[in-house]
């Protein structure tokens, strides 16, 4: 169960939750891939506003599949194509696993900070031949400022308001 599903697994079922889950990756591909914001999307400095959204799956268990995917949809434009969409969707996936079992909201928006900044930046130091540290570095802040600085604000918003919740995970 997910920490503000009450009693309900994967958010529900059949042509709701896969709406839900086509939402959430259809939003985190447009926040990624639309311009302005695709000029910071990609390389060793980004902050992906979409990365906002990976406080989701501490709501429901559908934004994990959104997210994964989602990512997948916006890797394809991405200068590492091969490698953003197998790992980089691999690291994002587990990021949204993690947050869905994050113990307390203040730190739901964790995993995809040290994840997205040990995983994305091995493969993007590696194929800019950047050293890995300032990589690492770089890409853990904007994750920091997507996660905690946009993401928490709104998972705050959404699980203070019933009716925004109820919208996210289909309660």
């Known amino acids: 169960m997910y920490p503000l599903e009450r009693g309900r697994h994967g958010g529900g079922r059949g042509a709701r939750r896969l709406a839900r889950i086509a939402i959430i990756a259809g939003m985190y591909a447009v926040l990624t891939v639309m311009p302005p914001f695709s000029s910071i999307s990609y390389g060793q400095i980004q902050v992906r506003v979409s990365e906002a959204m990976t406080v989701l799956p501490y709501i429901t268990g559908d934004a994990i599949y959104g997210l994964w995917l989602g990512c997948v949809l916006a890797n394809i434009a991405s200068p590492f194509f091969?490698?953003?969409v197998t790992l980089g969707a691999g690291a994002t996936l587990l990021a949204a696993y993690l947050t869905s079992r994050?113990?307390?909201e203040s730190m739901a928006p964790l995993?995809?900070?040290i994840i997205?900044?040990?995983?994305?930046?091995?493969?993007v130091a590696?194929?800019?031949g950047v050293p890995y540290l300032p990589?690492?570095?770089y890409i853990a802040a904007g994750e920091m400022i997507a996660c905690y600085g946009?993401?928490?604000p709104l998972l705050r918003f959404i699980?203070?308001?019933p009716r925004a919740r109820r919208i996210v995970s289909g309660e």
């Not at 997205?116 to 493969?123: D, P, Q, R």
Request: aromatic letters at 10%; hydrophobic letters at 40%.
């Open 82 to 84: 091969a490698y953003d």
């Open 102 to 104: 994050a113990p307390r």
């Open 111 to 113: 995993p995809p900070v």
């Open 116 to 123: 997205n900044g040990l995983v994305v930046a091995t493969y």
């Open 126 to 128: 590696g194929l800019s």
């Open 135 to 137: 990589v690492a570095m």
């Open 150 to 152: 946009l993401g928490y």
């Open 159 to 161: 699980s203070r308001n």
